[in-house]
């Protein structure tokens, strides 16, 4: 609306020309602010005679998946061989392999109370089966037992070694792991 | 105009930035509260939320741990599950057991206790486990060469557990601080510690290690427990480089019971950390 109330007032004092219509659109002001003000009262009045309002604030614990665990692209060599993926992501690809792509180690973070302890869990082992066939199998390497978790939270990663047959069927392989982040 | 133009920038970079976010995170969680506890006639509620940016489905489903010396919790199968545990997973009703949600969205979770007449005394637990359920697993990212190589991809399923714990009578446990030692590995230095418990129910509490003539605590670890199915455990706190270095020689360690109950004290001990 644009309408300063403390102006208005001021005016009233003034006792200019167009005095009446000012009073008149005061009173309108005034009769709305009483209106509200009246409101309100008698809001907050129920508010009291109904009880308080009350929040808990519960303790929360959130994770989020921020990387997959890559092993990228393997070509398999004529005998078996691994590649492993170190919890830093780091590849080491073994005898007889050539490794291509970028490697990850799979990354999640955990966020709740400050100094909490979460215990990680998950699969030791996990089966890949391939597209055109054939499967294999990974071992897999948790970073963290436990996190203790700082201001900013914590996190913990995933690697893996997977064991590459020799003449590996080509294709595109793929599994799935169980992962938790527990309370005690 | 100029500020149009400052304005079109800042939006094109966030769009930018939002391009860059990975798009596997459907399915990222929060639930809230970390730890129940229910005396048997009075239910409560836990609150799930998606933190991920696309909608995700979620199960919620009770599990059987056991804590092992190390601290850890061993996942059990149901069939090898005993009689308590069995009764645990019985006297515990929750729903919904299954629930899609758009980013952002909570869902509340009604936990029911139900105890049988004639349930002997004690502590029964089962963890609740949340977690999405993954959409059919995603094709390679990276092509390969043709017909030569194999691609790997592995899709975590990935969840949070807490524990929901029934107690039936009257509990009792108590728990002492053993010997205190700072040890390095591979992964890094740790501060360990023994604690043992006697009773018949848990122990449950916040750590802090104290030197006298230091104002601040050198270690603080909230919600360390001791399980009814062991009597003793080892607890090892990973801790950086200097932490560690810091722990060495005379301290106070302090297990006391959460904020929420009150932080009495269980245990106090001076020890002198090797």
């Known amino acids: 609306m644009g309408w300063d109330f403390h102006s208005d007032f001021d005016h009233l004092s003034n006792q200019g020309t167009n005095h009446m219509r000012t009073t008149g659109m005061k009173r309108a002001l005034l009769g709305a602010a009483i209106a509200a003000f009246a409101f309100n009262a008698s809001a907050a009045h129920a508010a009291t005679a109904t009880g308080t309002a009350t929040a808990k604030i519960l303790r929360q614990i959130t994770l989020t998946n921020t990387s997959d665990l890559q092993f990228a692209t ?108 527990n309370y005690q | 105009m100029l500020r149009l133009f400052k304005a079109f920038r800042l939006l094109a970079a966030g769009a930018l930035a939002l391009l860059s ?17 229910l005396d048997g006639s009075r239910g409560t509620e836990v609150v799930l939320n998606n933190i991920g940016a696309e909608p995700a489905t979620y ?30 997973l019985n006297m515990i009703a929750f729903s919904p057991r299954r629930v899609t949600l758009p980013p952002n969205q909570p869902q509340v979770v009604r936990v029911g206790v139900r105890v049988p007449e004639g349930t002997p005394p004690g502590e029964y637990r089962a963890h609740m486990l949340f977690r999405a359920v993954p959409d059919a697993a995603a094709a ?63 122990v449950y509490g916040d750590i802090e290690v104290t030197r006298a003539g230091v104002a601040e605590p050198l270690l603080v670890a ?47 001990a001076e020890r002198v950390v090797k």
């Open chain 1, 74 to 181: 393997i070509i398999s060599g004529a005998t078996a061989s691994t590649v492993s993926v170190s919890t830093a992501g780091a590849v080491s690809c073994g005898a007889g392999l050539t490794c291509t792509g970028t490697t990850t180690a799979a990354n999640f973070n955990v966020n709740g109370t400050e100094g909490a302890v979460v215990v990680v869990g998950g699969d030791a082992n996990v089966t890949l089966n391939g597209s055109l066939g054939g499967s294999m199998t990974s071992s897999l390497t948790y970073s963290n037992a436990t996190i203790t978790l700082g201001a900013s939270g914590g996190s913990f990663q995933v690697g893996g070694t997977l064991n590459v047959g020799a003449n590996q069927t080509a294709g595109d392989y793929s599994g799935t792991f169980n992962v938790t982040a």
């Open chain 2, 140 to 202: 390679t990212a990276e092509p390969r060469p043709a017909g030569t190589g194999v691609s790997i991809a592995l899709t975590p399923i990935y969840g949070i557990t807490i524990p929901v714990i029934v107690r039936v009578g009257e509990l009792d446990a108590e728990a002492a601080i053993g010997e205190a030692w700072v040890s390095e590995s591979d992964e890094g230095a740790a501060f360990n510690f023994d604690l043992t418990r006697t009773g018949n129910r848990s």
């Open chain 2, 21 to 37: 976010v990975p798009a596997h995170a459907a399915g990222d969680l929060l639930v809230a509260p970390t730890r129940v506890i």
């Open chain 2, 222 to 268: 909230r919600g360390i427990a001791v399980y009814p199915e062991i009597a003793a455990r080892q607890v090892s706190l990973r801790v950086p480089q200097e932490v560690a270095a810091k722990l060495k020689g005379p301290v106070r360690i302090r297990y006391t019971e959460d904020r929420e109950l009150g932080g009495g004290t269980i245990d106090e």
């Open chain 2, 59 to 88: 199960r919620i489903s009770l599990e059987v741990k056991r804590m092992t010396a190390a601290g850890g919790l061993d996942e059990i199968a149901e069939s090898d599950a005993n009689d308590a545990e069995k009764a645990a």
